[in-house]
């Protein structure tokens, strides 16, 4: 076990450029959930709603609004922001993830002709010929970088990754274990009762700042290149299909899956298991609600429900609508009893 | 190929505990289904159901219930439970399964502070400062295992399975080939237009005789650990989120994907492609149908069904209603024709 | 970068069997869609739906229909199928596809009864006892290939792909990164509470011409074999359970999903992430949509959509009346009034 970091309220107060209200001796070691929390850890309140349940929370300190004049039970520590003060303490107190030391593992397999200074290869990590990984990035075991790859600095590239050839990183991105990243799209012709491969012949191209899950697939296009915006995040186990353009700053939930040429705008967001199909673009803001299936085009801020997809709204109708219609069969079928009943008298004149 | 093992009916009841009806000398070399059995196979009746496929079966030998009186052409076994019996007889006629030596391959990347006393530790695996590994558990080929982890004993890790630091592991855990434990969560604080990501620094603990499927991943908590309670059987390519908390002997079919802080009761089974969203809570014994996406809580025993989730008996009626719809709308039709013609002679009156 | 090798219309035209019109001295370097080409570019006329775009294409070289008389302002090439002509032109100017040099690499791990004549085996990858490979097939590095494994001639098995023992693979399969093929079925019993493991001693038969995408998973059967039919295409994500039996030529786009014993036809066609339940049998040429889940049999050329799966006209008819529902709800008001008023002069009567 590493050795455990622990810090008290006082200095983790000044460190978080926060002011304290109560006991600067009070000492923690981690971090914790309200509900979670004992007296060892320190908590936080994002905003006033969680103010109650910090008050029944067992946390030693907490990291609160600056706003936030209630008082606790414990040391309260108050900041402008502490979801983002909450993630600084983290960091400060985490036990160390796993990296790789800089220069090559000597299990590592690496062709002569790659350009690696100040990069960090793993054990069983393969490089091969023209791949050119910068500065400070983390090449975990197992990995596979393929020809001319251009990976850029300070990324993290986990283990058992596969990046096939001629695909461009920028710098920063993440990806987590067991991601495929360009293999070829799933293309075929149909002629005389056979499916005949369409060359996949492109590449991928990943800019800054992406996140990308672990044993998510991202394929190379056919021609040109499939594109991922900066500061994108996918999530595990998703699907990005051959020359989709993303946009940047998109959330993907995971296992999402987008078709073929499908393009999405910036910020767009897509709620797990929903899919985008071939060739369907949507404009930036889109929110796609989970296991939605859009197939066509929609515009920038659409929010989208249903397969398929629909307007929230348009959906939110139409589910009111079967709900409300044994309701509606039930006047019917007293209208009915009406109308016969209507009939009668008529008939008797007959 | 390995040497084909065969045994005479005689030996097989007697193994099994049985009653032979038949002849003692018959000899089969494997089991099969009823269907695709030969004269070298034995098959079974799981219950009496079965008995009239098993008529028409070609097998050589049959296991059947104690209380199963029917005349069949070949030599049959009662047992008191058939199911359980063809499993054993299959352990006992099956090729041998791909396993690992005890010892360390000499292409292992082992860290010298790492304890693995009575493991097998396979080919090109790489085992990290300060982890653990039980007696008789095998790592097989291209396994990556984190600092700090601790896994029990009689575990096995197939293939390019990646295990991150800190991950605990109970007794008996099997995990198939390709399946990602201890990715960070996918979580993410939206400032200034851009996605700044959530320290995920908990682990994951997975307890006893737990089985997690091939290409599956199972993300760390952010704080604290995700949890998968003993008994629990989870298939391919599933979605586990940080910080989810599974109850035991839940049985989680391919694809299903559940969302960061959702908490699954004991014996719960969901279908194949369903999900559950963040932070939401289902009891014990729930039932999740195919393709369900749970969005609110549920108490024990529910059984849902749709998108979004609602209890199976009032998404069978709504079904219903839509589905007699047509019918409804015809009657409205004629309904209208009618008063039409109530109508006239009012308007003839007037 | 590799040298870029250019072409020029005449000898192009000549190479593709084709009618050059224009000028025969334009070089191009590479293929690219009509929206994405510039001047050094061949782009290609699929049908003559796409004239217009081409007109304002800016590509160097068209490739068009025989019968297709338009005058575009650069060098048309003529030939019979387009589609089929400009993937020649793809694999004629693409860059390399990384792969392996035949021989076994000196850091793979390989069985001394492993039987290898004139395959490529890459670093790291793993062969082991009894094991046969093709001439001309690529085992990329970190592969694992079980005991006893017969993969065909001129296969392509990418880096990380995990292929358990007793797996038989036809001639020319792709297998794409992180799938894995073999893995035990998701079978249990469950018995007092507990659910007990049934053994998976099957195996796995790819036919001829099959490709597998990334991160898919393929299990072996219970008893028997899993069997995928010549020339089925299967994609990224996809989940194959145990005892599944594909016919020949299917195509199945990613994250689809089939239950344990589903059975398809020739000619299959499944959209992204629908899925079919265990034992379901769908005949040839069933088309199933996206996001649709097949929960009972279905004969040969069905077209399915919904969740459970109907006939799509079935399905279609159903979505027009939900829509149209709000309309009937308004007649249906309308007709209370009107009866409402019937009623007045009859109860005046009274």
Known sequence: MADVISMAAGPLAERLNGRLVGDASRKITHVATLENATVDAVSWVGSKTFVERAKS????VLVVPADCDETFDCPAIQVSDPDIAICEVQRWLADPVDGVPVGVDPTAVVDPTAKMEGAAIGPRAVVRAGAVVGARTQIHAGVYVGSECVIGEDCVIWCNVVVR????????VVIHPNATIGADGFGYLFREGLHKKIPQTGAVVI???VEIGANT????????VTRIGAGTKIDNLCQIAHNVQIGADCM???QIALGGSATLG???????QSGISDHVQVGNGVLVAAKTTVMKNFPDGAQLRGIPAVDNARFSRQQATVRRLPMWID????????VDALEKPNRSDG
Chains 1, 2, 3 share one sequence.
């Open 57 to 60: 929370s067992e946390a030693g």
């Open 165 to 172: 050839e001629r695909t461009t990183l920028g710098n920063r």
């Open 207 to 209: 800019e800054d700042d």
């Open 217 to 224: 697939a991202i394929d190379r296009a056919r021609t040109g």
């Open 252 to 254: 993907l939930v995971s």
């Open 266 to 272: 910036h910020h767009v967001v897509m709620g797990g």
């Open 331 to 338: 006047r019917l079928k007293a209208l009915i009893k009406r």
